[in-house]
């Protein structure tokens, strides 16, 4: 018996292609058949979206820290370098 299953399991994936093409109420029925298993195709394509907003959401708001940080960056330097030159001119009248 298991042949026999495992010959019509066969005969099953080799003619299903033609016959989803073929005939639409074949093809009704396997959708209809296979509803459960899979997340329809409206409801995949908002969360897809739903996660593209979030990413592009995280990426503005990473982009906005990173420019904060860069901008502290900056003034960090100019403030070391006014201390530095400070310190310099101060060496240079002690010296």
């Known amino acids: 018996m298991t042949t026999s299953l495992e010959s019509i ?3 099953i994936l ?5 016959l989803i093409e073929q005939d639409p109420a074949f093809c009704a ?8 298993e899979f997340v329809p195709r409206d409801e995949s394509e908002s969360r897809f979206e739903m996660l593209l907003r979030e990413l592009r ?3 503005e708001e990473q982009r906005r820290k990173w420019d904060e ?3 502290k960056w900056e003034e960090n330097q100019l403030e070391l370098k006014r201390l530095h030159n400070e310190v ?3 060496s240079t009248k002690i010296d």
Not at 14 to 18: G, K
Not at 29 to 36: K, V
Request: charged share 30%; aromatic share 0%; no cysteine.
């Open 29 to 36: 029925a396997m959708a209809r058949a296979l509803r459960g």
């Open 88 to 90: 310099m001119a101060v």
């Open 14 to 18: 080799e003619q299903m292609p033609l």
């Open 57 to 59: 959401q995280d990426r």
């Open 9 to 11: 399991k066969s005969e």
């Open 69 to 71: 940080q860069n901008r």
